[in-house]
């Protein structure tokens, strides 16, 4: 029980951290804006403007994601050692590897919390784009503008919000502002299933494609992972070596089919590096959901064990290395 | 009387403290704002001080009482909310009154990938000296400060006192003439400790200003001519570091070594014409000092030989 | 002194801190794996530009990311970690902590880019050691693309009367069409004109008009180049080449398939060089049953290419430009870290630089392709405010960027390196003005304020 307390107190705090980091929330703004805008700005486009606000959506998702999730896992453990709340913590009752496993998890809990906002952003970003409607009121394109107006206007909703709070009550702001984004696109998401795509009150339907849902969960996953690689690499380089070699091994792993994958069978070599490093692809498949295609659950389960798998191993390595570290 | 006084061993034949203010505050007020410019903090609260050339001036209080936030001030990385600060007659954040102050801060804010001979060859060239005197400072203070051995590893791996040590030296490269130094003993060890006090002493000697903050009484106690001491931004003591001691209700007298049978007819002596009772006990020196000499002892050190850090000859006086 | 100092300190934390090491660790891989694994066309000019257009291209993004990340921290972090207060409290103005940082900047980037272009002119080397291409395929590239060539274009063929004329008479009665209409028109209008006028039916001719010029003197190698639209069937072509003047027509004849064979270049004879005439060059397709219609590259259909400079001298004249391309995104880095803390600062700069580029590539898309949708109205159904007052917003930005990046927007010495183009010494010239000294210069005035400003050392900071 007392591990447990302890665990969440450090996830928690962990957590707490990163989403008080300026740039965590300006990521997270800049992706919702660019999320919302592509619908409201991508016009006639031949009946694509669907798949280009969702694959857009997708794509800053996972791109965004990538910074977030890199920098605040390389930062986390690199800062605290660095400045010696690491050591203040390990001087009291708490296993180291229960440190790192919290930090893990206070990471993992921002980049769900992220992904939760972009795949809601998503899904409602593909609702707004322009569709050809053919209904007892409108017939021609359409598109959802008051519920873009809402999803544009969410992040600067949240950082008011933020600011009042923080002018009255004193909190603080970044963490404020981060827990409003995602409280006010819940809002706009529950709101938006009152209205049609033109805007005309009707029976409760969201009108979303939720087949977009495994494809954000995916994105998740792969975000998640690297973190557990980046927290694992900074248990033993300073930042700017953990940077490096993490984008070393997003873009070898984003290559890794065509480098290692197809001299696989030829070359050991081959397979032990198209083994050891992440495959990326497996985690992006939003080209499947072109023409009406549906990513299948039982697909995010194997992704989703693989990524546990990794990160697991990952996660091994990174806690025996951070036992043998030197924390002062 | 063993001439053991509250006045400052700098107070005893320095003649070189003079009238002429090298540092004048008057009505310093620091307020410190958040994000929506609304006040939060009133770290300074209209103090008023001045400090005169050739004297050392301490600056005490408890944590938060405005100490470091008054010599950031003076040194232009605040700029005050309200009343004036002048260095040598000029605001300091003009440039030419920074060729003249040599400053410690209370963390030795390093460039930790540097080695201290390099560290201070940077800030020697910052001040415009030429190769051949920043070299020759350089192993002089180097030696002063008992890094010579150490100065070509990274300050980065340097303990805090090592570190403070390389702060203090590039404190003094300039041959400055006012030296501010904040909490300038902090994370060294007694006999560090000792050195930069007598150090303080020697430059003192020598004409210069020095300004420092301490927690550290004892430190203040040894070296001030002059103490503020400050309590929520203001200063509520400020004076003479002898007069604002001196108990003068009180009368104390030590003798070198007294019988029981001499005692007690003294005692006896003084309860008839006095009608008290005094208090008898056997004076205690001081933890510092105690510890000292064990250490020369152990050592095989006399301690009336050690003469303390070698002070290079530009820091010599004039 | 100081300013050095400072400087020698930018490059020794870049060094120490392995940022130097890591920025090699990441041009490697495209330095050396690039050339590898990409083989461009198969051709030996294809894996020239691979070196020259890819490799270098993506060397100059990691190069360009570096340079600002590292200069949002230069000082970023020293204020964070207050360094700074030791350097304030010296007499050092704040100008010149600016230009000591962004000095140090400039002898950071110039190692880096001294390394990707031995890295780049030895991939050269090695791609032509011997025996790895044949004569032929040398003398071409020496001929064609590693070399500087002197670009003309022939004077322009300006479709503008041709295409209010025509819109006049299409539009002629309809005078209720949305000016949006009528500028989406005028536009296709234009667009079909000078695909018209690009196109050589059989039995047609098209004649090219080129500036004349003393500079195309007789020392000087001058070849016309032509570049048919990737659609042309080149096994249907016949036809001949005219090349002229006004008092010499027909001073050389060349036929097409001769011409194709060549690598599309024609010899122009030297006697038709620095006569100071306008250059005359005629296209004469065959008759139909002989030939298919000839059609010519919109953009560059011809060109005059005049050799003046050999390939180091323009290799280098390129890598200078490319070094104040870094010198100003430095320089806009450390402005950023005069004001923001490291990561906003360097979040800040990388957005701002996205959106400029952005925001520079929609305008030439506007510009070319699409009139500025300004109606609430369009295909009958009505259009959000929200909607029409955020495309006002943008448009405004965009207007606004494009004042400072349009200057530099065209000093990109890639494109013409990788075509055996000249990049002139008047090129660098204007490069050096500004993105070597004016920009700089205003980003330096603006972080010089900042940090005289900024109260350094504020708890938190």
Known sequence: ????????????????????????????????????????????????????????????????????????????????VGNGT?????????????????????????????????????????????????????AGNITDWQTGNLLLAAPFAAMLAAGIVNYFNGRPFLSTAFGYLLLILVLVFAFSGFFDRAGYFEPYSLRVQWRIIPAGVLIALALITLSAVALSISTRFSAVPTITICVCILVLGLMS?????????????????????????????????????????????????YAAAYSGAVLCLGAISFRHREVV | MNGQSNEPLASSGNESVSESPVIEVAGLVKVFRDFWRRPKVRAVNGISLDVCSGEIFGLLGPNGSGK??????????????????????????DVMTKRDIGYLPEESYL???????????????????????????????????GLTESADRPVGEFSKGMARRVGLAQALINDPRLIVLDEPTSGLDPIGCRQVKDLMLTLCRGGKTILLTSHLLADVEDVCNRIAILYRGNIIAQGRVGDLLRESEKVRVTFSSLSTGQMEELLAAIRDKTGDTPDVDHPAMDLERFFLDVIARAHGERRDTDTGPRLPDYLKAH | MKLSAIAFLVVRTAVRSRLLLCLVGFLIPVLVGLPLAVEGDGTAAGEIRVL????????????????????????????????????????VRTVEIWLGKWLGMLIVNAILLCIVGIAVYGGIRWALRSGHYDEAEHSSLKENLLTGRRQILPLPDDPTSEAVERLDQLTDGQSGLATTRREELFLTLKRHILAERATVAPGGSK??????????????????????????????LAGAWHLGTASKTDAATVSMADALNGGNYIEVPQALCGSGEPLLVTYRNAEAGQTGTVVFDIGTGVELLVSESGFEANLLRSFLVLFFHLAALSALGLTAGCLFSSPVAGFLSAALVFVALM??????QSVVDTPTLHEEQIDGIERSRVSVFLEGVGERIVKKMEIVVEPVAGLNPLPPLADGRLVAWTFTGKALALLGLLYPAVFGAVGTWALWKRELALPGE
Not at chain 1, 3 to 9: G, I, P, V
Not at chain 1, 91 to 105: E, Q, T
Not at chain 2, 117 to 123: K, N, Q, S
Request: hydrophobic share 45%; with cysteine.
């Open chain 3, 207 to 236: 004649t090219w008009v080129f500036p004349g010029s003393q500079s195309m003197g007789a020392e000087r190698q001058v070849r016309l180049r032509f570049t048919l639209a990737p659609t042309v069937d080149r096994s249907l």
């Open chain 1, 86 to 138: 690491a050591s203040t913590v390990l001087s009291k009752p708490v296993g180291r590897g229960l440190y790192f496993l919290a930090k893990f998890a206070g990471l993992a809990a921002v980049v769900v919390a992220f992904s939760l906002c972009c795949t809601l952003a998503t899904l409602m970003a593909e609702r707004v784009s322009e569709h050809f409607a053919l209904t007892g009121r409108v």
């Open chain 2, 68 to 93: 470091s936030t008054t010599i950031k001030s003076l040194l232009g990385l605040l700029s005050p909310t309200a009343g004036s600060v002048r260095v040598f007659g000029l605001s300091p954040r």
């Open chain 1, 1 to 80: 029980m007392l591990r447990l307390r302890q665990f969440t107190t450090l996830a928690r705090l962990t957590a707490l951290e990163a989403v008080r980091r300026p740039l965590c929330l300006l990521l997270m703004s800049a992706c919702l804006v660019l999320t919302a805008l592509t619908p409201l700005v991508l016009l006639h486009q031949f009946g694509e403007e669907g798949k280009m606000a969702r694959d857009s959506g997708l794509a800053c998702h996972f791109v965004f994601g990538l910074f977030i999730a890199g920098y605040t896992a390389c930062s986390s453990l690199t800062q605290e």
């Open chain 1, 257 to 305: 089919d065509y480098l290692f994958g197809r001299h696989a069978a030829q070359s050991w070599v081959a397979s032990v590096l198209y083994a050891l490093l992440p495959n990326w692809q497996h985690f992006w498949v939003a080209d499947a959901l072109n023409s009406g295609g549906v990513i299948p659950w039982s697909y995010v389960a194997r992704v989703g064990g």
């Open chain 2, 111 to 145: 460039y930790r990938h540097l080695t201290a001979r390099e560290t201070l060859d940077f800030y020697g060239q910052l001040f415009g000296l030429d190769r051949y005197t920043r070299r020759k400072r350089i192993e002089e203070l180097l030696e002063m400060v």
């Open chain 3, 52 to 91: 020259l257009e890819y490799t270098l291209g993506l060397s100059l993004v990691i190069l360009g990311v570096g340079a600002l990340v590292f200069s949002c921290g230069a000082v970023a972090r020293e204020i964070e970690e207050r360094h700074i207060q030791l350097v304030v409290v010296k007499p």
């Open chain 3, 359 to 364: 925001g520079h590539y929609v305008t030439l």
